[in-house]
C-alpha cells in the first residue's frame, strides 16, 4: 500500500510538472496551437500527430512546411483541393521518410473527401464512435476503405500511437496542451495511451506492465493502471510518464 501511495504521488508530481506550456516548444501538438479557430486546429493536429514518427528533427520541418503552405488556413486548403498545387499525384519524390509526394496527396484526398462528406473530423467520429477506442477504429477504418496505407495504421491490431494521441490533443480540456474540442463527444476517461518505445520502457520501470509488445492490448493495460492513479483523467499519466523518463536521463 506504501509503494502505491508513493507512486500515485511520483506520478501526479511528475503530470503536473510537465503538462505546462513549456511541453509544447518540441511538440508536434505546438502546431495546432498556431493556427486559429476549430476547424484549422483539427485538422492541424491531424496531420501532425499522422507525420509524427521518426526522429523530431526531421518530421517537425515538415509539418512546419504544410502549416506554411497553408498559411495558416488547412483546413480550406485540404478541403479546397489546394494542397495539389504542392503535391501533385504523380510526384515520387520524397516528402518525409516512406512518404512520397504522391502518397501525401491521395492521404490529403481522402481526408478532403472526408471533410467534404461530413464537414470535420469531430462530425466523422461523432456518428461513428461513442469512446476513445472506437474513435482510434472508425479513423483506422475510414482511411483504410480509402486504400492510404502506412500513414494510418489498417486497424487497431497495433498500437496506433499517432491515432492515440491525436484524440489525446483533441479530448482532454482544460489543459494547456490538448486542445479539448471533441471532450462533449468523447469521455477522456476511455482515451487510450499513445504507446511508444519510450512509454513502454517507463511503464516497465515503473511495474505498470511486464508486456514487452507495443501493442493496442498493451496500451489498454497500461490505461487501465494509469486510471488507478488518474481516475478522472488517465492520460494525465502520458505526461508523468514523459517526466519520468526525462529524469531517469538526468
Known amino acids: 500500500m506504501k509503494c502505491e501511495v508513493i507512486m500515485k504521488n511520483t506520478l501526479k508530481r511528475l503530470a503536473e510538472t510537465y503538462e505546462t506550456t513549456d511541453f509544447l516548444t518540441d511538440d508536434p501538438s505546438k502546431f495546432m496551437h498556431l493556427v486559429s479557430g476549430d476547424r484549422n486546429q483539427e485538422v492541424m493536429a491531424f496531420i501532425a500527430s499522422s507525420l509524427s514518427y521518426g526522429s523530431r528533427k526531421q518530421f517537425l520541418p515538415k509539418i512546419q512546411q504544410i502549416l506554411d ?39 490529403f484526398e481522402a481526408l478532403q473527401r472526408l471533410l467534404i462528406q461530413y464537414g470535420t473530423l469531430k462530425d466523422y467520429v461523432r456518428l461513428n464512435a461513442t469512446d476513445g477506442f472506437t474513435a482510434v477504429a472508425a479513423i483506422c477504418r475510414y482511411f483504410a476503405d480509402a486504400g492510404i496505407e502506412g500513414i494510418i495504421p489498417k486497424s487497431t491490431d497495433s498500437a496506433c500511437k499517432r491515432v492515440c494521441m491525436f484524440l489525446r490533443w483533441m479530448v482532454r480540456k482544460d489543459s494547456p496542451v490538448d486542445l479539448g474540442l471533441w471532450a462533449d463527444i468523447i469521455d477522456r476517461r476511455t482515451l487510450i495511451i499513445p504507446l511508444d518505445t519510450h512509454v513502454l520502457q517507463q511503464s516497465q520501470r ?18 487501465k493502471k494509469l486510471l488507478e492513479f488518474f481516475p478522472d483523467d488517465p492520460l494525465k499519466g502520458d505526461f508523468a510518464l514523459f517526466g519520468y523518463g526525462v529524469n531517469k536521463k538526468d
Do not use: P
Not at 87 to 96: E, I, N, T
Not at 212 to 221: D, L, R
Open 69 to 107: 503552405w497553408s498559411n495558416g488556413e488547412v483546413y480550406d486548403w485540404i478541403k479546397s483541393g489546394e494542397f495539389s498545387t504542392e503535391l501533385q499525384c504523380d510526384d515520387k519524390r520524397c516528402f518525409y521518410r516512406l512518404y512520397t509526394c504522391a502518397k501525401m496527396h491521395q492521404f
Open 206 to 223: 515503473l511495474g505498470l506492465i511486464t508486456s514487452k509488445a507495443a501493442s493496442m492490448n498493451t496500451a489498454v493495460k497500461i490505461t
